[in-house]
């Protein structure tokens, strides 16, 4: 896709910030259908790839994501990774609205106003449910 028409890649005179920038981020959410959560967080997002993050992800919280505590429902979490921003990758949880022409979310809520509320990225890394690991915070988690 021609960059000047990618709405995740900002012009080349914009300074990137930690939510925009684009790189590998990893998503892992709790699978918890309806029982209790294995940790406090409902999601945690790593930028960093897979192999890496899943090590931090071991590191940081003394879990495996994949242990199976409920034969019935499979995986502690629901992985996933991309190449993307911090914007883009938390867009569905954010209750963004996603544009299936450009492939992108959109920072407006999806749906009818009253049945969604539209959530910042920055909101979105500071709520108790949610951890956000940003690639400056794990150099002392790579060691």
């Known amino acids: 896709m021609d960059p000047r028409f990618d709405l995740d890649v900002p012009p080349e005179n914009e300074p990137q910030d930690r939510?925009?920038?684009?790189s590998d981020w990893t998503v892992f959410k709790d699978a918890h259908s309806g029982g209790s959560k294995k940790l406090r967080f409902e999601i945690i997002y790593i930028e960093a790839p897979p192999d890496t993050a899943l090590r931090i992800f071991r590191h940081v919280f003394k879990l495996d994501p994949h242990n199976v505590t409920c034969d019935c429902c499979g995986s502690d979490y629901s992985i996933f990774d991309e190449r993307t921003s911090f914007v883009q990758a938390s867009g569905f949880s954010r209750d963004c609205f996603y544009n299936s022409?450009?492939?992108?979310?959109?920072?407006?809520?999806?749906?009818?106003?009253?049945?969604?509320?539209?959530v910042t990225p920055e909101a979105h890394a500071a709520d108790a449910e949610v951890r956000v690991l940003f690639a400056e915070e794990l150099t002392e988690h790579l060691n």
């Open 19 to 22: 939510y925009t920038r684009v």
């Open 101 to 118: 022409d450009t492939h992108q979310y959109e920072e407006r809520v999806r749906g009818h106003e009253s049945c969604w509320h539209h």
